[in-house]
């Protein structure tokens, strides 16, 4: 079946820093794909859309700013986390829909990468 | 804005035992809800997704229910196994804006003991 790819599973850095967090789609084409971060014992929050060839649309109380998305092809797009602090330490999974599927109505075929796990320190 | 509410947070159950997760949600104007399955520090498997048309959905061991006019789903696992152990999640995908986002509930952490 379709897989999603994150890469790293988990990487540490010094605050201040940028990590970035690669997603890719690896045997089907997403023009969309999805960033959530997750903080222990609570759920997934939607950071941002990202469409591939277009700008990411941001949820409510997320700086674009500090996490960049760029989903510059059809199997790709990338989170980095800049200037990051502890706060910024979380779980990031990203989700990409495959296509063939005329969503919303026949489905909303959506894969899940297996996350990243950022630790500012 | 919609709201996912799980409960219980935590179920603690005997091998083979049949149960029941449930999922509640305020705004019932959804395409779909899906039922997905996080071993911890891991991503997320999709297990079901009902349509906001259908009542049902079954695989294998597992069967999900939809009451979209009410706002609740559940999730019934039959004769329950260890490897069963995981946080069950709940998502619905809204029509608020146009379907592009999946609104989580906080999840069940099920321990299945053998």
């Not at chain 1, 690669?22 to 609570?42: G, H, I, V």
């Not at chain 1, 829909?97 to 996350?115: L, M, V």
């Not at chain 2, 891991?42 to 297990?47: C, D, N």
């Not at chain 2, 009451?67 to 490897?83: E, F, H, W």
Request: aromatic share 8%; proline share 4%; with cysteine.
């Amino acid at each position: 079946g379709a897989v999603v790819s994150q890469h790293p599973s988990r990487v540490i850095c010094k605050s201040g820093t940028s990590v970035k967090i690669e997603c890719r789609s690896l045997d089907f084409q997403a023009t969309t794909m999805f960033w959530y971060r997750q903080f222990p014992k609570q759920s997934l929050m939607l950071m941002a859309t990202s469409n591939e060839g277009s700008k990411a649309t941001y949820e409510q109380g997320v700086e674009k700013d500090k996490f960049l998305i760029n989903h510059a092809s059809l199997t790709l797009s990338t989170l980095t986390v800049t200037s990051a602090h502890p706060e910024d330490s979380s779980f990031y999974i990203c989700s990409a829909r495959a296509p063939g599927t005329s969503f919303p109505y026949s489905g909303n075929t959506i894969y899940f990468g297996e996350g990243s796990w950022l630790t500012v320190v | 804005k919609q709201e996912v509410t799980q409960i219980p947070a935590a179920l603690s159950v005997p091998e083979g035992e049949n149960l029941v997760l449930n999922c509640s949600f305020t705004d019932s104007a959804i395409y779909n809800l899906q039922w997905f399955r996080q071993d911890p520090g891991k991503g997320l498997t999709s297990l079901l997704l009902i349509q906001s048309s259908q009542r049902e959905q079954t695989s294998g061991r597992l069967n999900a229910s939809l009451d979209k006019s009410s706002g609740r789903s559940t999730l019934y696992i039959a004769a329950s196994q260890p490897g069963d152990s995981a946080t069950y999640l709940c998502a619905v995908c809204g029509m608020e804006t146009s379907g592009s986002r999946l609104t989580f509930g906080e999840g069940t952490q099920l321990t299945v003991n053998p």
